[in-house]
């Protein structure tokens, strides 16, 4: 039925989203290795609105310990280290009049195993985004008028594929991190 295959796209769709917010997230846990996107989701004053750091500045990594960020005007050197010491990431930034420079200090045995239960954490919430998908499709499916209930089996089992699939793919993004997190 056209309907069902509608709502399998659907929960795929939302699934591969539940994936993507999985990795983005995962991108922000710092391994040890200086990366720009540590810096994502910190947000700074910019003409009395609140914008991206990487929308005001490119931000760079000459080595696996440094990142530069050099804003687009001067004159938000200020507001920029402010706003990654709010961020509280445990970066101490510098400015050196031009740019910010950020040095990222080695982890911690202790801190890597912390950035790994965090790690653990995120996953968990994406398999619960995930299962919850299924849920609501299930439901959904059950509602379809003349569907046979033959046709909503198959449809329930092809969600519960679907949800296997992405919980598998969500635990081998998290052994990938684990594996980064953990490589000194």
């Known amino acids: 039925m056209e309907e069902i295959e509608l709502f399998l796209e659907e929960a795929e769709d939302q699934m591969n989203k539940a994936i993507n917010h999985v990795g983005s997230e995962l991108a922000k846990i710092r391994a040890g290795k200086a990366n720009p996107s540590m810096l994502d989701g910190i947000q700074v004053s910019y003409y009395g609105a609140m914008s991206p750091l990487n929308q005001i500045s490119s931000i760079t990594s000459p080595d696996a310990r440094t990142l530069f960020i050099k804003p687009w005007e001067k ?3 200020q507001e920029i280290e402010k706003a ?3 961020a509280n990431l445990g970066l101490t930034p510098q400015n050196d009049g031009q740019q910010i ?3 990222i200090p080695m982890l911690t045995e202790e801190r890597r195993k912390q950035l790994v239960r965090q790690a653990s ?5 994406g398999k619960v985004s995930v299962r919850s998908i299924r849920k609501d499709t299930n439901e959904q499916l059950k509602k379809i008028k003349g569907a046979s209930e033959d046709d909503i089996k198959n449809a329930e089992e092809a969600v519960q594929k679907l949800t296997d699939e992405f919980n598998l793919k969500i635990d081998s993004l998290l052994k990938k991190k684990e594996v980064e997190i953990m490589t000194v």
């Open 84 to 86: 990654i010491m709010i």
């Open 101 to 103: 420079i950020i040095n």
């Open 121 to 125: 954490q995120e996953c968990e919430q």
């Open 75 to 77: 004159s938000l050197i």
